[in-house]
């Protein structure tokens, strides 16, 4: 039925499909100005898909207005595709391009559209109900309004994910150029105020700093600047650079007079070294070279610093002298060679040495010093004793120590323990009490390398410092976050600390330009930590007034009426806003959380009680449940089992932990006693099943009687007794089998009543079998022509009837056919027994015998209503008393009569 009903939808699909078949048009001969040989050029073109023929098509469709129109009136996308290639996007009205791009197939239109068209919301349109996720993806990129990107997100919701995506990156896209703009044009304010600011005050240390970042930025945005903004910050600078370059003249100055004063302290150093040197030991030969270094130094400075002079003119009287000590060394030498001297000689004597003049701060030649001695003669020579103090000695050894430490330090080139030290050094050489040659020769020296190395510091930091300016410029520009700068600021401020200290001018000038740029960088920094600093303080309160919640909870609450739920509910929720109360202020910190920290406990020990009364009350049902183990009312036992099951549940929980663990121990009581149950019941269980097999078997054994034959089924009667004697005793089954067994038991037991009830009336189906099949043999008979055969017919009807044993109705009625072989068949009579019990049955007759049949109607309505009507048993006998039926068709119809009555 159904490959038919398959068939016949193909073979109709294809003759639909030749119907529609397209039969070839000669387009050439047709006018798009004629109405029907226009529909004809249209059906053509929407039918056809080869370019060859569209172009030949559309040589004939010239009016593309009208064109336009007809994709309108019927959208197609051949017409939409011709029609697209001859437009452009200023024939159309916005719209009517809006009416033509919202219709179905109208994707040409929109290609058409899209690569000409500049209109906001028709590109909008295009974005949200393009035919092509390209299409739609390609107008999103022509919009640039953000007002219409938002709207257009709201729009189109989930419809298309890359275009919802792309209008996410585009959105973003145009913030991100909004803040540069807007951080931009807030640099251009700030340049223009810090320049005017620069140049309307007077110059202070960092100017120099500014001006450099100031040109930095005027640069990074000169071309963002307006013509007058433009203007005004190059006046400013130019005011700024000329104070900048008065000052640094004034610092050129002052750096050379520095400088200079710088050679004179170096100088004077040297000097009072060569003094003291030539104090302690003056030798000829070093006379000479004393000149060179008195005349140079002396055509050098002029008298222009007074340090120099009391060494100068120290060192002048000691060379003075020694110019007189060699003038009259030949005098000396004969005063010395007397063995004593008279008045004159040592009055002589005593002028010589006065003109001499040797320095009493000089150590003196030998000659004079024993020529002093023999003007005093009696005078004992006295050796200055030298008794130190335990002060000078201690004095002595602490700087004799950071003598070494600092020589140390500047071994390893370590400039700030050397300017620790020297300050150090320097405090100790000027207090009383210590007055040590050696080791102020040993400073004299050090001092000198010293300088020698702040000079080498200076030259390696300054590129060093150079760069740390540029970097801290760079923080200035730059975009990071305000932690990450003022991490950065710190870092580069750390970096220049550790170069260490350098007072030179062009160390102070990036100083100046470093301290300038890190302020700039700062400012930012200054109001998140102020907002920083404001919020902690706020969360400080918030934690104050956290911790006054909770001391009034603990003092209001009643703990013993509340669960430990709701507790644990409250101290998370103290927790949590306690964590969103932070950062705090630093110096209420500590106290804040202890306070915190105790409250928690506070209310963690009113929650410990609570729980440890709960788990006494479990601890109860447990012990209960134990009891009940060792009951020996099983029934009692696990009733009051499930009622402690139901007073647990009913009772209030404990933590997870806690209550899972005390419910294991009760349940491994009740367990116990729910496994003698489980073993009750499966004793039970399978008593119950092995009498739903004996009942099974009951009822087949019932089931097998109602099966047997008649003989059999005559002598079951006593079986069938016991069974349904033994089915009775049968123990208890389960409710469901029971239940069926008692439907087969019942169906079993009337299968049997109703096939033993039937004997009877089956003995006697079978004997009119028998009484039929005999009454056939005479019809045999009756209608044999040959004598022979209805001998042995006749011989045959003899034997049977000696055996056979019918009532004695049927006897009577075949009686006088037994011997009668020759009895004339009555055809009529037959006809009239078929009819008359036609009509007892109410069948209709065939229509030859409807005569007949109203004949025997009306005999017996004239008969009367009131007489009985013969049996069909009566009408078959009267039909068996007869000799055969000549016809067979109506010896058919009456044995079809027969198994109806």
């Not at 073979?11 to 109405?35: G, R």
């Not at 002595?396 to 430490?405: A, G, M, N, P, Y």
């Not at 899972?660 to 496994?675: G, N, Q, Y």
């Not at 489980?678 to 009822?699: D, F, T």
């Amino acid at each position: 039925m159904l490959k038919k009903l398959f068939s016949f939808t193909r073979s109709k699909n294809k003759a639909d499909a030749s119907k529609t078949t397209p039969s070839p048009i000669n387009v050439d001969s047709l006018d798009e100005h004629n109405p029907k040989q226009r529909q004809r050029l249209l059906e053509r073109l929407r039918q056809t898909s080869d370019a060859d023929e569209l172009t030949k098509l559309g040589s004939r469709l010239q009016d593309n207005p009208q064109l336009i129109a007809d994709f309108i009136a019927s959208p197609h996308p051949m017409l939409a595709r011709l029609a697209a290639s001859r437009l452009s996007a200023d024939e159309l009205s916005n719209v009517e391009w809006q009416q033509l791009i919202t219709l179905p197939h109208s994707l040409a239109f929109q290609q058409r559209l899209i690569s000409q068209c500049d209109d906001a919301k028709l590109l909008q349109l295009l974005a949200s109900s393009g035919h092509s996720s390209e299409l739609r993806q390609q107008a999103c990129s022509r919009i640039n309004q953000p007002e219409q990107l938002r709207e257009l997100l709201n729009s189109i919701g989930n419809r298309d994910k890359k275009v919802r995506q792309q209008l996410k990156e585009a959105l973003a896209k145009q913030r991100q150029i909004e803040l540069d703009a807007e951080q931009q044009q807030q640099q251009i304010e700030a340049l223009s105020a810090q320049s005017q600011y620069a140049a309307s005050h007077a110059w202070n240390p960092q100017l120099g700093g500014k001006l450099k970042l100031l040109k930095q930025q005027f640069d990074t945005l000169q071309a963002n600047l307006s013509d007058r903004q433009r203007e005004t910050i190059k006046a400013h600078l130019e005011q700024i650079s000329e104070a900048v370059a008065q000052h640094q003249a004034e610092l050129d100055a002052a750096h050379q007079a520095e400088q200079l004063k710088q050679q004179h302290r170096q100088l004077a150093v040297e000097l009072a070294a060569l003094l003291q040197r030539l104090q302690q030991s003056y030798h000829c030969e070093q006379a000479d070279e004393l000149a060179v270094i008195l005349s140079s130094v002396t055509s050098t400075i002029k008298g222009q610093h007074e340090q120099l002079q009391p060494l100068l003119t120290s060192l002048s009287c000691l060379h003075q002298a020694h110019q007189n000590y060699q003038q009259q060394l030949p005098t000396l030498q004969t005063l010395q060679q007397q063995p004593s001297l008279n008045d004159e000689q040592h009055a002589q004597l005593q002028e010589l040495l006065n003109n001499i003049a040797w320095p009493a701060d000089a150590k003196a030649p030998p000659l004079i010093e024993e020529l002093n001695e023999k003007l005093a003669p009696s005078q004992p020579k006295t050796q200055p004793a030298k008794q130190d103090t335990q002060r000078s000695k201690q004095l002595r050894s602490e700087l004799k120590q950071h003598l070494i430490d600092c020589e140390q330090a500047v071994d390893n080139k370590d400039l700030k323990t050397v300017n620790q030290l020297s300050g150090t050094i320097r405090q100790q050489l000027t207090q009383e009490g210590l007055t040590d040659k050696e080791l102020s020769a040993h400073w004299q020296r050090l001092n000198k390398r010293i300088y020698e190395l702040r000079d080498w510091h200076k030259f390696a930091s300054m590129p060093k410092r150079q760069q740390l300016c540029d970097e801290m410029s760079n923080v200035v520009n730059s975009k990071l976050s305000v932690q990450l700068r003022a991490d950065k600021i710190k870092q580069l401020q750390a970096d220049w600390k550790a170069l260490g200290n350098d007072f030179s001018p062009e160390s102070k000038q990036l100083w100046s330009t470093f301290k300038a740029a890190a302020d700039i960088a700062y400012e930012p920094c200054k109001i998140y930590f102020a907002e920083q600093q404001q919020l902690r303080e706020q969360n400080s309160l918030r934690r104050s007034e956290l911790c006054q919640q909770l001391e009034q909870y603990l003092t209001e609450h009643d703990f013993e009426q509340s669960d430990f739920e709701q507790i644990d509910l409250i101290l998370q929720q103290a927790k949590r806003e306690w964590r969103q109360y932070s950062p705090a202020e630093k110096r209420h910190s500590k106290a804040q959380q202890q306070r915190f920290n105790t409250l928690l406990k506070s209310i963690n020990n009113h929650r410990q009680q609570h729980i440890d009364l709960l788990i006494e009350q479990k601890q109860r049902l447990i012990d209960e449940a134990q009891q009940l183990v060792n009951s020996d009312e099983l029934a009692s036992a696990i009733e009051q089992a499930k009622q402690l099951q139901q007073r647990w549940q009913q009772g209030e929980k404990l933590p997870h932990a806690i209550d899972k663990k005390l419910w294991h121990e009760l349940r491994a009581h009740l367990d116990i006693l729910f496994e003698r149950r489980q073993q009750q019941q499966q004793q039970r269980n399978s008593a119950q099943q092995e009498n739903v097999e004996a009942g099974h078997r009951l009822i087949e054994q019932l089931q097998q009687l109602s099966q047997l034959d008649d003989q059999a089924l005559s002598n079951s009667r006593e079986d069938y007794q016991q069974l349904i004697s033994q089915y009775q005793l049968v123990g208890e089954r389960p409710h469901n089998d029971y239940k069926q067994q008692q439907i087969q038991f019942k169906k079993a037991c009337d299968a049997y009543d109703s096939h033993y009830a039937g004997l009877s009336r089956r003995a006697k189906a079978e004997q009119w079998a028998s009484f039929l099949t005999f009454c056939q043999q005479l019809n045999q008979r009756d209608l044999a022509s040959e004598p022979q055969e209805k001998a042995s017919l006749q011989n045959a009807i003899n034997s049977a009837w000696a055996e056979l044993d019918f009532p004695e109705p049927w006897r009577t009625t075949v009686i006088p056919r037994i011997d009668n072989a020759d009895v004339a068949s009555d055809e009529q009579q037959h006809r009239k027994l078929c009819i008359e019990l036609e009509l007892l049955l109410g069948v209709d007759s065939p229509s030859k015998d409807q005569a007949l049949r109203m004949e025997l109607q009306m005999n017996k309505l004239q008969k009367g209503l009131g007489q009985n009507s013969p049996s069909p048993l009566e009408l078959r006998l009267d039909w068996l008393k007869l000799a055969a039926c000549p016809s067979p068709e109506l010896q058919q119809r009456f044995d079809q009569l027969q198994l109806k009555g």
